[in-house]
């Protein structure tokens, strides 16, 4: 499982591309579509919206969330747009694996529908802790190295 976060020198989220606001409405738009379920009412450059999406799971190579994310409101992404940023609090949270080469070419196809720019510095990857706790972490070796692709 994959989470992307915004560094915490961008608090306020990442720039909306591109920066006309009518191609960005259309772009924006499509990409909530595409990926997640139904945006109503759609977003306007115009007016800041709050909205809470769940993944469209027909997109999803494979779908495999955790147990602790059992419960429907833990997979859920919080988005807030405004005229011309996106934030997403607490990340965005991919359930799928990161040992499958499928999922590495949806990244490839979200990152590039994404309507701002995505880094793999942002990437966390969920793993099992020597403690037997799960955390997020820096991806590191053969995962680093596939999501390095994903952004080529």
């Not at 059992?70 to 040992?99: A, H, N, W, Y």
Request: glycine share 4%; net charge positive; with cysteine.
């Amino acid at each position: 499982m994959f989470n992307y976060t915004v560094p915490k020198s961008s608090c306020w989220g990442h720039v909306i591309r591109p920066k006309d606001p009518f191609k960005a409405k259309q772009r924006v738009n499509a990409f909530f579509e595409t990926y997640f379920e139904r945006l109503v009412p759609e977003w306007d450059a115009t007016r800041q919206i709050s909205s809470v999406f769940s993944w469209r799971t027909s997109v999803l190579p494979k779908v495999e969330w955790p147990e602790d994310f059992s419960k429907p409101e833990s997979q859920k992404v919080f988005f807030i747009l405004t005229g011309d940023r996106v934030m997403f609090m607490g990340g965005i949270p991919f359930p799928i694996s990161s040992s499958e080469p499928v999922s590495y070419e949806f990244l490839r196809r979200f990152v590039s529908d994404a309507p701002f720019r995505m880094s793999p510095k942002n990437f966390r990857v969920r793993i099992l802790g020597k403690s037997g706790r799960w955390a997020w972490q820096k991806p590191e070796g053969e995962i680093a190295e596939r999501l390095r692709t994903v952004f080529v």
